[in-house]
Every structure is written in C-alpha cells, then in structure tokens.
C-alpha cells in the first residue's frame, strides 16, 4: 500500500525560504521509473505543478517556479525534500505530494493528504 | 508551457441526469510513444484530488462506469452518465505530454 504524508512549517514569513519534506512507504526509488511529484492549491484555486523527480535524481521543475524551487530525494528515508526559496503571500497554498507511477509521463495517482502553508508576517 | 481550459467551469445538474466537460489542450498531447496522456481528476470538498481517467478514456479501479472519459488531439471530454450525490466536487483535466505538466482551471459540479 502506497502512501505519502507531506509535513514542514505551517506558517512561514515572507522572504523566508520553505522547507517540506514528503515522507512516503510502499515504494522505492530503488525501483526504475519511479518518481516523486509537488503539487500545490492556492485556497479556491485551481492544482498547479511544481516539481518532478525520478529514481534516478532527472528533474523537472515548473519553469515560472524554478529559480526558486529544489526538490532533492533522499533514498535511504524514502523521503522527498521540496525547497522553495524567498516565499511570497502568493505562496499560500496546500502543497500536495504525489506519486506519479513508474512511466516517464506517469501521472499522479497517490496523493498526499496535503500541508497547508501560510505566508504571512 | 501548453495550456489547458475547460468549459463550463460551473455545472449545475439535476441528480440522475448526464453530465459533460469539456477540455481543450493548446497543443496536441499525442505523445511519441503512441499515447495521449490526458487525465481527469476529482476534488471532493476537503479531500485530496482523486485520478478518475488517465491516457483519454482508461478508467481508474474503483471509479464507477457512469464516468467515461473520450476525445483526441487537443479536444477532450468528461462525461458523468448519471449524476450521483457523491459526484460533487471539482473536476479538473490535466495533461502529462509534456513538460511542464499543466492543469486546467477545474470545473465545479453541483447538484441542482
């Protein structure tokens, strides 16, 4: 049984950076093709992708995000790190942790329950 | 980036009666490897998203047969047979073709 639980700070100032960490069982990167995906939900808005990573550390990132994004996996935690730098009130949002299978173009099927964040001084 | 839209983005449908959304992609989401991976999510108020179709028309385990998921190309369409309670939520398109990976803006369903 797949599951993901997202956690780091709820509240976070402007300017600060964000930290969340993704901590997932029932897989591995161990296992080719697996990846690791972001996701997150302004309140009332629409989902919007952020980040990518596969078993073997290939990357992608939301190109209007990716000065600010980094997104590092740690096999031996089975954990995701997302890193988000200079967070703006913009930011405010539920970030979502996904898992989007095996395939280079898999798609989110296990997600996280999701971790809301606030930005705010 | 390719962008997604879907119309209507507000839906009010009497229980027991069809429904539709439409989704359409600004470029084509046929994909080298011979797929279209166009997708449809679920959001029930309060939960997490939920895949209800992937690759156009492939229903998810566990989604009841009233959802079906049909289209090609740029032009996409979710069909709900019979509208259900539980059905209520927002629906949203979302294409994994290319990088990056977009949404569309959602679709809300309620219950008339």
């Known amino acids: 049984q797949i599951t993901l639980k997202e956690s780091g700070p709820t509240l976070v100032k402007p300017t600060q950076t964000l930290t969340l960490t993704c901590a997932f069982s029932g897989f591995s990167f161990s296992t080719a093709g697996v990846a690791v995906g972001w996701i997150r939900q302004s309140p009332g808005k629409a989902l919007e992708w952020l980040a990518l990573?596969?078993?073997?550390?290939?990357?992608h990132y939301s190109p209007s995000l990716k000065s600010r994004l980094t997104v590092i996996k740690d096999t031996s935690t089975n954990q995701v790190v997302l890193t988000m730098t200079n967070m703006d009130p913009a930011d405010t949002a539920t970030y979502y942790c996904?898992?989007?299978?095996?395939?280079?173009?898999?798609?989110?099927?296990?997600w996280g329950q999701g971790t809301l964040v606030t930005v705010s001084s | 980036d390719v962008v997604m839209t879907q119309s209507p983005l507000s839906l009010s449908v009497t229980l027991g009666q069809p429904a539709s959304i439409s989704c359409r992609s600004s470029q084509s989401l046929a994909h080298s490897d011979g797929y279209t991976h166009l997708n449809w999510f679920q959001q029930r108020p309060g939960q997490s998203p939920r895949r209800l179709i992937y690759?156009?028309?492939n229903r998810d385990s566990g989604v009841p047969d009233r959802f079906s998921g049909s289209g090609s190309g740029t032009d996409f369409t979710l069909e709900i047979s019979r509208v259900e309670a539980e059905d209520v939520g927002v629906y949203y398109c979302m294409q994994v073709t290319h990088w990056p990976r977009t949404f569309g803006p959602g679709t809300k369903v309620e219950i008339k």
């Open positions: 990573i596969y078993w073997n550390d290939d990357k």
């Open positions: 690759k156009v028309s």
């Open positions: 996904v898992h989007t299978g095996i395939a280079a173009t898999g798609t989110p099927y296990y």
